[in-house]
């Protein structure tokens, strides 16, 4: 008998444990193989690297299990607040995390904690402004409409009063 293996490329070990991670119950689907496999005896290293799991994690399992039994497995409520993220927010968020800090010119490699703060911080600062912004051309109509009007004749008078300061300086140098 043949010996079965997948033949296409883009099946890889990475992209099966990234896809449990997404489908709802996979996941649990994985603990309970990992688990399986110690109790066939095999050694807790390869079955971490085959997972692609720390030790800690997998220890962590299976004293839960040891404890609390296979209840264990069933993913708990997690305490504190709700994420106020609607899925199209997360989406985007997933996308942008998924570029380098160099592409937003930062000078990192990689995003770490200190990365995000910052850039946390930028972000507040640009709403604050926004918000500065949407007083100070006073939007405070009631219709739409009215607003977006508003707006645009005010862009353009900031345009305008940008050109005729970027001409004052031509002339004078």
């Known amino acids: 008998m043949k010996a079965l293996s997948i033949a296409q490329p883009e099946v890889t070990r990475e992209k099966?444990?990234?896809?449990?991670?997404?489908?709802?119950?996979?996941?649990i689907g994985l603990k309970i193989a990992a688990l399986l496999l110690?109790?066939?005896?095999?050694?807790?290293?390869?079955?971490?690297?085959?997972?692609?799991?720390?030790r800690t994690t997998l220890v962590r399992w299976i004293h839960g299990v040891n404890q609390k039994g296979a209840i264990f497995l069933i993913p708990q409520p997690r305490p504190g607040?709700?994420?106020?993220?609607?899925?199209?927010?997360?989406?985007?968020?997933?996308?942008?995390?998924?570029?380098?800090?160099?592409?937003?010119?930062?000078?990192?490699v990689g995003w770490d904690g200190p990365?995000?703060?910052v850039q946390r911080g930028t972000a507040e600062q640009w709403i604050k402004e926004g918000k500065h912004t949407l007083n100070w051309t006073r939007l405070s109509c009631h219709r739409f409409v009215a607003n977006q009007v508003r707006?645009?004749?005010?862009?353009?008078?900031?345009?305008?009063?940008?050109?005729?300061a970027a001409a004052r300086l031509a002339q004078v140098g």
């Open 115 to 117: 990365t995000l703060v």
């Open 81 to 108: 607040r709700p994420t106020q993220l609607t899925p199209s927010v997360k989406k985007q968020l997933k996308q942008q995390l998924e570029k380098s800090p160099q592409e937003f010119g930062l000078a990192r």
């Open 38 to 54: 110690v109790l066939e005896g095999q050694h807790p290293g390869w079955i971490s690297a085959l997972f692609g799991l720390s």
């Open 16 to 27: 099966l444990l990234d896809l449990a991670k997404q489908v709802p119950g996979a996941w």
């Open 151 to 164: 707006l645009q004749l005010f862009i353009l008078a900031y345009n305008l009063g940008e050109l005729s």
